[in-house]
């Protein structure tokens, strides 16, 4: 009996002596987008040097199989290694042909869907083969969209507040990069980024707004600048924007606009800079279709996260209406602090017109 136990211990001793002398690190949500990606994987050798074959396996829920991917031979250093460029040119990848085999084979990019990745590393002095799997959900990003400034738009402020829309879906640990830059004579946007020295280039920003950096030079009035925004995590770009451009221009369809007893155009506000709202927004709008609710939302450019509830409902007739909006008893807005309204007219088009709270005196 006690022959049949020591037996059994030294067993136990040796599995666990030879299984799991690699371990693999993989982050699907950045990593899993495609093909490319996996190689991105890191192999943690617990044990001596030796060489490897890496086996991927990249299973859908729905579909099945949709690559398989095999490493010709490769060494395995003690401690962390990355998959050697040579091996991730030389590997043999096939394609099932399933409707997602047949996709990823044309672009390397995974479709939306539930996938499962399994990483299988056969060591040569091992019979026994380390395979680890990562689950994840891919669904893909949307356009990380700019707001203000506008693109093309006419500014006044030379330390101006950028804003965009966040990265959807959201991953932990990512950051936004903010890259501005004087368009100069005869360029366009992208060789003003990738050829001027910026006048904003800042990176770790938390959250998608970024006011004036106060270390800054202030923009110039009537040059022209591009700007764009990157998203990243660690060393690896997650989205870009695209490149918008705007003048630093005060002419008198840039001046703020002060609230009065009149109701402005909503199109020529959108046109202008900026709105100051003293307890009440007033704007003028046309409604050429029958009665209906104004649709409309409010963002908070100094806490993009704050979701701005309880707003007023608005009831449009048809033909001119004289829309004021109270503020002041919502209790959500901040004297000095600035916010988006975006409003949703019958025939498809958006106007955002970007204003300044006051609280009334």
């Given at each position: 009996m006690i022959r049949r136990l020591s037996s059994i211990i030294i067993s136990l001793f040796f599995a666990t002596s030879v299984f799991g002398q690699v371990i693999v690190q993989f982050v699907p949500e950045i990593s899993g987008r495609s093909v490319d990606g996996l190689f991105q994987c890191k192999l943690v050798n617990m044990s001596k040097t030796q060489n490897a074959v890496l086996t991927i396996t990249v299973t859908e829920r729905k579909k099945g199989t949709v690559c398989v991917i095999k490493t010709p031979s490769f060494t395995l250093i003690q401690g962390t290694n990355g998959v050697p460029p040579s091996a991730a040119r030389n590997a043999a990848i096939q394609f099932p042909g399933n409707s997602f085999g047949q996709l990823t084979r044309i672009n390397h990019q995974f479709a939306q869907g539930d996938y499962?990745?399994?990483?299988?590393?056969?060591?040569?002095?091992?019979?026994?083969?380390?395979?680890?799997?990562?689950?994840?959900?891919?669904?893909?990003?949307?356009?990380?969209?700019?707001?203000?400034?506008?693109?093309?738009?006419?500014?006044?402020?030379?330390?101006?507040?950028?804003?965009?829309?966040?990265?959807?879906?959201?991953?932990?640990?990512?950051?936004?990069?903010?890259v501005v830059a004087e368009i100069k004579q005869g360029q366009n946007g992208i060789e003003a980024l990738n050829y001027n020295l910026p006048a904003i280039n800042q990176s770790g920003i938390i959250s998608p707004i970024l006011p004036y950096p106060a270390v800054a030079r202030v923009l110039e009035k009537g040059k022209r600048y591009a700007w764009q925004v990157t998203v990243y995590k660690d060393r690896t770009i997650l989205n870009r924007s695209e490149i918008w451009s705007f003048t630093v221009d005060c002419g008198e369809e840039a001046k703020p606009v002060v609230a009065d007893n009149g109701y402005r155009d909503i199109e020529d506000l959108s046109r202008g800079n900026y709105y100051i709202a003293a307890g009440v927004l007033k704007f003028a709008l046309v409604n050429p279709y029958a009665p209906n609710d104004l649709k409309y939302e409010i963002v908070s450019l100094s806490n993009p996260d704050k979701k701005i509830r309880r707003l007023p409902k608005v009831k449009l007739e048809t033909g001119k209406n004289k829309v004021t909006i109270d503020l002041a008893e919502n209790g959500s807005f901040t004297d000095g602090s600035y916010y988006i309204i975006k409003v949703h007219l019958a025939n498809g088009s958006l106007k955002s017109l970007r204003f300044l709270y006051q609280d009334v005196q």
């Open positions: 499962e990745y399994c990483f299988n590393v056969k060591l040569a002095q091992s019979d026994l083969p380390e395979e680890q799997c990562f689950s994840y959900v891919l669904a893909p990003f949307s356009e990380l969209g700019l707001m203000e400034p506008a693109n093309q738009e006419k500014i006044c402020e030379t330390r101006p507040i950028f804003s965009w829309q966040p990265l959807i879906p959201g991953i932990a640990g990512s950051y936004y990069q903010l």
